[in-house]
């Protein structure tokens, strides 16, 4: 599997905690770090953390600052140069959709939809250096 550098955005809100580990844990093969059930899934990308809430859960927290939003949101997983192509390609075989491919400041990224319909992006290093 293609190992990513880091993340660009990392809080999103989901509705399954196992359907989500089956995605990012299951399929793009992340490193979970912390899991309380029916609250949050922590995985490890690169150097950072994808943050994983369910956001009922954590709307009333009393020990951190509430962890609450909703609707579709965006994150960028960052790629070396190198291995765009081969992510792209473990995508297909995953039958994970890539919705569109863009050149942005010379750099390639693709876009794709997770379980919850958020959108990922997987993106080349140093696209916005």
């Known amino acids: 599997m293609v190992n990513f550098t880091q993340i660009k955005e990392t809080g999103i809100y989901v509705m399954d ?3 989500t580990k089956a995605f990012y844990h299951g399929l793009l093969n992340l490193d ?3 899991e309380e059930s029916g609250r949050h899934i922590f995985f ?8 994983c809430f369910i956001a009922e859960a954590t709307k009333m927290d009393k020990e ?4 609450y939003g909703t609707g579709e949101q965006h994150y960028a997983f960052e790629v070396n140069q190198e291995d765009y192509e081969k992510c792209k390609s473990e995508f297909n075989k995953l039958g ?3 919705e569109k491919e863009v050149t942005w400041n010379g750099a390639r990224s693709f876009y794709f939809r997770d379980p919850d319909n958020h959108l990922g992006e997987v993106v080349m290093e140093k696209m916005w250096d």
């Open 17 to 19: 905690l196992e359907r």
């Open 64 to 67: 951190l600052p509430a962890h």
């Open 96 to 98: 994970i959709a890539i």
């Open 44 to 51: 490890r990308v690169g150097t950072s953390v994808l943050l």
């Open 32 to 34: 979970i770090i912390s």
